[in-house]
Antibody
Framework: EVQLLESGGGLVQPGGSLRLSCTTSGFVFKAYALSWVRQAPGKGLEWVSVIGTTGDSPYYADSVKGRFTVSRDNSKTTIYLQMNSLRDEDTALYYC????????????????WGQGTLLAVSS | SYDLAQPPSVSVSPGQTASLTCSGDELGSKYVSWYQQKPGQSPVLVIYQDSRRPSGIPERFSGSNSGNTATLTISGTQAMDESDYYCQTWDNRTVVFGGGTKLTVL
């Protein structure tokens, strides 16, 4: 059974930093791209970032580019999201999500989601 | 950036067919996936690559994609189908979600 467990959320002041983790199990971690997707309270899903199998081709939403960095440790089957220069509008539930097929392509989709970890940015 | 447009809400009577649309420029040339999200829960994949249904998803869920519009069709809608639904595609190295449609079954 695929499991994705996010951690690291919390309350941070504007301008602060935080690192989220997503620990996984139940699949061949190194074969799949993984993504971070967030959802602000009462709002829709917003894609944040995706990282490929080797970690050398991450992509980011314009809203976080230059502030957030995604990485992965294949030996620990874990991905991370380093978030810097946090803003009020980054407040959201952050989901870790697994690609549905090995690698990624224009046909990429998400077949598994974690339960999310909550980030609140407020002074 | 690429945008996907979804109607904010759709209503359907139990047992009837619900059609949820997702629109984007030349969307038919891209692959579309659909996710169902119930309050307080994580999203669940219901359709991927336009029309493929994951194991465990009821046959009443189907999808199509042509021109500028992708459609999620729920045949014989049940009360349990009342949820938010999001479409998703991939464009120029980014993942794009639609704004979501709240399906009400009444």
């Amino acid at each position: 059974e695929v499991q994705l467990l996010e951690s690291g959320g919390g309350l941070v002041q504007p301008g602060g930093s935080l690192r989220l983790s997503c620990t996984t199990s139940g699949f061949v971690f190194k074969a799949y791209a993984l993504s971070w997707v967030r959802q602000a309270p009462g709002k829709g899903l917003e894609w944040v970032s995706v990282i490929g199998t080797t970690g050398d081709s991450p992509y980011y939403a314009d809203s976080v580019k230059g502030r957030f960095t995604v990485s992965r440790d294949n030996s620990k089957t874990t991905i991370y999201l380093q978030m810097n220069s946090l803003r009020d509008e980054d407040t959201a539930l952050y989901y870790c999500a697994k690609g549905g097929e090995p690698g990624y392509s224009s046909a990429w989709y998400i077949d598994s989601w974690g339960q999310g970890t909550l980030l609140a940015v407020s002074s | 950036s690429y945008d996907l447009a979804q109607p904010p809400s759709v209503s359907v009577s139990p047992g009837q067919t619900a059609s949820l649309t997702c629109s984007g420029d030349e969307l038919g040339s891209k692959y579309v996936s659909w996710y169902q999200q119930k309050p307080g829960q994580s999203p669940v994949l219901v359709i991927y690559q336009d029309s493929r249904r994951p194991s465990g998803i009821p046959e009443r869920f189907s999808g199509s994609n042509s021109g500028n519009t992708a459609t999620l069709t729920i045949s014989g809608t049940q009360a349990m189908d009342e949820s938010d639904y999001y479409c998703q595609t991939w464009d120029n190295r980014t993942v794009v979600f639609g704004g979501g449609t709240k399906l009400t079954v009444l």
